[in-house]
């Protein structure tokens, strides 16, 4: 799964560069540990909640990669019939009820879910995933503060790569403890390498297995490190001094080429791993083809499915 968000997005960061995709690209490229560890734990469903950069999100929690790729055309076979983009990802029936590009707009939304699973009496579990930039909007704190104090069932994923837009998270603030907004707030916390995936597994394991349990909620911060630019494929190496050395230490954290490793010394060989990647890089292949083939939306369906309530309308 690592792979196909990668392989994926460095085919989107392509066509990007190559003027074919128009929609803004917000990639995931070093981060998918994050997504892929969070979504192994749920069930189809538990629902995620994302933000601009959630292509790993829909992807790891099932969402259907020609869908996508067909919405970052702007085609009408997307998963949001090409109105949403890169940014506005929808798959109701895998749990992934929106990505808003809105920056922290989504967690007060999956303490509703949490919410709704508890008045309901389910015991699905709500996971909201966003970065260290949300922790700055006070609507995190609010949805913290309400998730502990009804107990509710809600994962709080905070992706910290260090940077908002341009900006590190040393200059947005005094100290590097988004970790202790938890303890304020009264709910449990933990913080995870975000580039080893099975780290990222075990403590989302806890965190689901407290939530469904009654337990309540929790905040993973994973800590990690975007390797393209806030958006587009470059590499931003012209954003601060420090970047190019810190994306360089990063890179030797690979969480794929970390799992590959892995797996190797638990005697996985060379040849299964590049098959996979080669299944991959042809799904990938498949869905352009799909994109580039299907239809704009109609222009006379413009104003469909921009409000849920009437049908068509
Ligand atoms: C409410 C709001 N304020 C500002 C923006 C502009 N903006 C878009 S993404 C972003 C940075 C978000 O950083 P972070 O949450 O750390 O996510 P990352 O891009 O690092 O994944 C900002 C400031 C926005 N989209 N929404
Ligand atoms: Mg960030």
């Not at 892929?36 to 829909?58: A, I």
């Not at 590097?176 to 304020?184: C, G, M, P, T």
């Not at 800590?223 to 360089?248: C, F, I, K, M």
């Not at 990938?284 to 109609?298: I, K, L, N």
Request: net charge negative; charged share 20%.
């Amino acid at each position: 799964m690592m792979l196909r968000i990668r392989i994926f997005e460095e085919m989107v960061g392509a066509l990007v560069t190559a003027n074919e995709i128009r929609t803004p690209c917000h990639l995931y490229i070093g981060q998918e540990a994050i997504a892929v560890g969070v979504c192994t734990v749920l069930r189809q469903d538990d629902t995620v909640w994302g933000g601009h950069r959630s292509h790993g999100h829909y992807l790891a929690k099932g969402g259907d990669l020609k869908a996508m790729m067909a919405e970052i055309f702007g085609k009408a076979t997307g998963c949001a019939h090409g109105r949403g983009g890169s940014m506005h990802l929808v798959a109701p029936a895998q749990g992934i009820f929106g990505t808003v590009p809105l920056v922290a707009a989504t967690i007060p939304l999956a303490v509703g879910a949490a919410l709704s699973a508890k008045l309901r009496g389910t015991d699905q579990v709500a996971v909201a995933f966003f970065g260290d930039g949300a922790t700055d909007e006070g609507h995190f704190h609010e949805s913290l503060n309400l998730a502990a104090l009804y107990r509710l069932p809600v994962l709080f994923v905070c992706e910290n790569n260090f940077y908002s837009t341009h900006l590190t998270l040393k200059e947005r603030r005094v100290k590097d403890n988004i970790v202790e907004s938890a303890a304020l707030h009264g709910l449990a916390s933990l913080v995870v390498d975000g580039n080893d995936v099975v780290a990222v597994y075990q403590a989302a394991s806890q965190a689901v297995d407290r939530a469904r349990a009654g337990g309540g909620p929790t905040l993973l911060e994973c800590r990690t490190y975007r390797w393209r630019g806030h958006v587009g494929p470059a590499l931003d190496l012209e954003v601060g001094q420090n970047r190019q050395r810190d994306l360089s230490e990063w890179m030797q954290k690979d969480p794929i080429m970390r799992l590959r490793e892995r797996l190797r010394e638990e005697g996985i060989s060379d040849a299964d791993l590049s098959e996979i990647e080669q299944r991959v890089a042809a799904e990938v292949d498949v869905a352009v083809s799909f994109a580039r083939q299907s239809p704009p939306p109609d222009e006379n369906e413009l104003l469909h499915h921009v409000y849920a309530s009437r049908r068509g309308a």
